[in-house]
C-alpha cells in the first residue's frame, strides 16, 4: 500500500494530467473522450504508470503512438506544475474497464425482461 505522501503525489499527477491531456493537438491523442483513471508512482518517484480509458477511441496504435510523441511535453508540463524531486518518466496504458461497462450496460437493456407488472398479473 503507498505511502500518504506518495497517494497525495498521484492524485496530483493525476490531475494535472486530465487537464493536459485535453490541451494536447495532436490528432493521433484527440480521438474520443480521455480520463485517467488511475496513477502508479514507483517509490522513488523515478516512473508512473498512467492508466486512461478512452471512450469512442478509433485506433489504439495511433493513439499510443501520438501519447509517445507528446509524452516529453508532458512531463515538462508535469514538472512545471508540480514541485517534485523527479519528474517521473510516463509509461501509459491503455484501460478498457469503462468501454467495457458500457458494453455490458447495453447488453442488459437489451435483454426483454418482464418487470414488477408481469409479476402481479399473475397473482
Not at 506518495?6 to 491523442?29: F, G, H, M
Amino acid at each position: 500500500m503507498p505511502s500518504n505522501k506518495l497517494a497525495r503525489t498521484n492524485d496530483d499527477i493525476q490531475r494535472v494530467l486530465s487537464a493536459k491531456l485535453r490541451e494536447i493537438k495532436d490528432p493521433r491523442v484527440q480521438q474520443g473522450m480521455i480520463s485517467v483513471t488511475r496513477v502508479e508512482t514507483t517509490g522513488d518517484l523515478r516512473y508512473a504508470k498512467v492508466w486512461l480509458s478512452v471512450l469512442g477511441m478509433e485506433n489504439e496504435k495511433e493513439f499510443r503512438r501520438g501519447l509517445k510523441s507528446a509524452g516529453g511535453w508532458l512531463r515538462r508540463e508535469l514538472g512545471q506544475s508540480l514541485e517534485l524531486r523527479y519528474v517521473p518518466e510516463l509509461v501509459f496504458e491503455i484501460d478498457h474497464s469503462i468501454e467495457y461497462g458500457a458494453h455490458i450496460s447495453q447488453m442488459i437493456q437489451s435483454l426483454d425482461i418482464r418487470h414488477d407488472e408481469d409479476e402481479n398479473d399473475e397473482r
